[in-house]
């Protein structure tokens, strides 16, 4: 996605309220996303998104979310003006007063304070000396007015392109969206993380995309293929202190076959070995049963055999990947000429 469309703009991370819930239905929250987010546009009409759920130590979900933000400014692409208001526009670190704003004050004291604990904090060598640091950064920074920071050499230090303007008041506070706060009622993050290099994108990338840790069926597999009892105890026990137990909420979303993943597009497998290695699938039984015993048409159609490789003379020069991502096809004809055209062509990338 992010070679088709580049940079995604946002990245939201929303938790759960597990003690003040009454139940287990309102961490699922399944409308949430569609309608306040896609269809609501709360943050600006979404091109595209990525949803990866997956569960903390404490077994409630949380979601990370990336967002593809239509006409959305990029650092060190666009005006460093326009960018500023784009993220003012739609992320705050504001602690609103609590005689004129109770609501919004409760939940930002509430959930978007951040406590240091033994989890955020990293000890960090400063010269010949370890310092302890949170990996959130924090304290923020208490700049006058919102700054760009510069891509290269910040992202050596940090995570972050751009720090909001705050008070001493506002150090500790996780920069949100005041209206997805009032909806979600629970901790979130939202970031800015569009820019050039893509720096910032690998980093984020890397993090929604990392496995669970409570895949039984991978240490199943794993202890399955050691040869010894002895070598079976060990990987089990290698394994037991890198993962956690299942809890009540991801049991459940194992037992409703809920996904972890959820995608504005389409993921489409091609099988690009070579022709000898290649393998293909065979029509449906009813259709073997009454075929002529002598034909050997007995494969379904192939995008690289049958569509690919006999596309009109007009798109010799059309890779297989934007023949993919541009075209769709339901059969073909003699000379090739039933394909038609779904969507104008898309530049990679930024």
């Given amino acids: 996605m992010i070679a088709e469309y580049g940079s995604p703009t946002l990245f939201l991370t929303l938790s759960c309220a597990e003690y003040d819930s009454a139940d287990i239905a309102q961490y699922l929250r399944k409308d949430f996303f569609n309608v306040v987010i896609l269809q609501r546009g709360v943050v600006g009409k979404v091109e595209q998104y990525y949803v990866k759920k997956e569960y903390q130590m404490c077994g409630a979900p949380h ?62 060598k400063v010269g010949k000396t370890y310092v302890s640091r949170c990996q959130f950064d924090f304290p923020r920074p208490v700049p006058d007015s919102i700054c760009i920071s510069d891509v290269e050499n910040n992202l050596k230090s940090c995570n972050k392109i751009y720090y909001l303007k705050r008070n001493e008041k506002e150090v500790r506070v996780n920069d949100y969206n005041s209206l997805l706060l009032k909806l979600w009622c629970a901790n979130m993050d939202l970031q800015y993380i569009a820019e050039r290099s893509l720096s910032l994108t690998e980093y984020v990338t890397g993090y929604v995309t990392k ?121 073909i004809g003699e000379n090739g000429e039933n394909f038609d055209q779904s969507h104008s062509f898309q530049t990679i990338g930024n």
Avoid at 96 to 119: A, G, I, W
Avoid at 238 to 255: A, C, H, I, N, P
Avoid at 289 to 303: A, G, P, V
């Fill in 211 to 331: 496995a669970e840790k409570s895949h039984a069926q991978d240490l199943w597999d794993e202890v399955s293929s050691c040869d010894n009892i002895y070598s079976r105890l060990w990987t089990i026990g290698q394994k037991l202190l890198r993962t956690k137990e299942v809890g009540l909420y991801e049991s459940s979303d194992l037992l409703l076959g809920e996904s972890l993943y959820m995608k504005s597009v389409t993921v489409q497998y091609v099988n690009v070995y070579l022709p000898h290695k290649r393998s293909r699938k065979i029509k449906n039984y009813s259709y073997l049963t009454i075929m002529d015993r002598s034909s050997k048409d007995i494969f379904n159609l192939s995008i690289i055999e049958d569509f690919y490789s006999t596309r009109p003379s007009n798109m010799e020069d059309v890779s297989l990947y934007k023949f993919l991502a541009n075209y769709k096809f339901d059969k």
């Fill in 63 to 124: 979601y990370h979310i990336l967002l593809w933000i239509e006409n959305a400014p990029v650092v060190s692409i666009d005006r460093p003006e326009e960018v500023c208001f784009f993220i003012q526009d739609r992320i705050t670190c504001h602690v609103p007063d609590s005689n004129t704003s109770p609501d919004l004050n409760f939940l930002v004291t509430k959930y978007q304070m951040h406590n240091y604990s033994k989890y955020c904090k990293r000890n960090i």
